[in-house]
């Protein structure tokens, strides 16, 4: 081709903090020279990073809503549909369920040639009842067969679309979201950790237990906070960053616990590194991730997780070795685990260097672009 390719990238939301945000951002940087990128998304944004990439032109969609709302997601695929034809993409990226449904859609209808489906997660694992996880499976059944390439973030995420027979005769390939290495580790090396303590009153010498995410019901920050109450370590604090609708039940929750004066509750960070830079153990008690980036940013801190198992925690965590990782809603063995880290110094920075050496070797964001170059190259040369 003499000009350069024309990709659409489709997303339902700009949230902050976002996983998928971020390796969409990443790509998109990464790859705007040698090709055109669009991204489509719905009006709900809450960060404008990925709007304001230059060499990136954004088209917003005026019907597209995270809800389930047939009238206006019909008029959001006719949305897709007018702009995929009048702008005659070479190749289609979606990304996030409900953008990857109508895109992926709208894409087959109007006859794109390429269309990729980005999987950042197992929607019908969320905590909903069961005739909604039905629901939810039988969607994707349904519209999974408008794609003809899937890449997962990571290989428990297309397990479990295998697992309900979903997309099994559909190439797929894994592309780990990438983290921009130099970037994350200079912001770290920047933080000044006795003034950020003081700023949010913990104690110089007390360990610090550090969850980190929109406080969501798949996100499930209550667990951390009943397993934080349970710890025999008087002297220790619980930050919790994030903001979202399940917080105030949190604060709550720590205030019927009594301990509501050892638990920060820090809101949301635009630059998330000085929580990092002052934890001992990081706590993940999500129900329901894709590939867990908390994960991987705190390992590249050099701070070990504890775990709940979760989609591709144990791509990032070795259990045993680099962190632990329990059987979902045990909060008996997350405390007994984040006691034996928090009691041992030397265990607790020997995991957290193994943690490193394994998120650095395979989570640089240039890896991701290079990776999803290769797979762009190929499937235009078809």
Not at 24 to 33: A, E, T
Not at 318 to 328: D, E, M
Request: hydrophobic share 40%.
């Amino acid at each position: 081709m003499n000009r350069r390719p024309k990709i659409l990238h489709t997303m339902t939301w700009l949230a902050p903090g976002g996983g998928a945000d971020r390796n969409v951002y990443l790509s998109m940087k990464g790859m705007r020279k040698d090709y055109e990128i669009h991204l489509a998304v719905g009006q709900q944004i809450e960060r404008d990073d990925l709007l304001k990439l230059h060499g990136v032109a954004a088209h917003i969609c005026p019907y597209l809503d995270r809800e389930i709302r047939p009238w206006r997601d019909l008029r959001a695929l006719l949305w897709f549909m007018q702009l995929i034809r009048r702008e005659r993409f070479d190749l289609v990226h979606t990304h996030e369920s409900k953008a990857s449904l109508l895109g992926r859609l709208a894409a087959r209808l109007v006859g794109c040639k390429h269309i990729i489906y980005g999987l950042h997660g197992v929607v019908f694992n969320d905590p909903v009842s069961r005739i909604k996880r039905r629901f939810y499976i039988a969607l994707e059944k349904i519209t999974i067969w408008a794609c003809d390439l899937i890449i997962a973030v990571g290989r428990d995420t297309i397990r479990h679309y295998h697992r309900e027979n979903i997309g099994r005769s559909i190439p797929h390939q894994i592309v780990y979201s990438g983290i921009d290495v130099t970037d994350f580790e200079q912001r770290l090396n920047n933080v000044k950790k006795a003034s950020f303590r003081r700023e949010i009153d913990i104690p110089d010498d007390a360990p610090v237990l550090v969850n980190i995410g929109r406080f969501s019901s798949a996100k499930a920050q209550h667990y951390t906070i009943e397993a934080f109450a349970r710890l025999q370590c008087p002297e220790a604090r619980l930050l919790l960053v994030g903001e979202g609708p399940e917080r105030v039940a949190c604060e709550r929750l720590c205030a019927e616990l009594e301990i509501e004066d050892r638990v920060i509750f820090a809101g949301f960070f635009q630059d998330i590194t000085p929580a990092y830079a002052v934890a001992s153990v990081h706590v993940l008690s999500s129900l329901r991730e894709g590939l867990s980036g908390v994960a991987v940013e705190a390992s590249l801190s050099r701070v070990p997780t504890v775990s709940f198992e979760v989609e591709g925690i144990r791509e990032i965590v070795t259990h045993g070795h680099s962190g632990f990782v329990v059987p979902q809603g045990d909060i008996k063995a997350m405390v007994t685990y984040l006691e034996k880290l928090i009691g041992d110094s030397q265990m607790c920075h020997t995991f957290g260097e193994r943690a490193y050496q394994h998120a650095i070797a395979r989570w640089d964001h240039r890896v991701m672009v290079k990776k999803l170059d290769a797979i762009y190259r190929q499937r235009l040369k078809r």
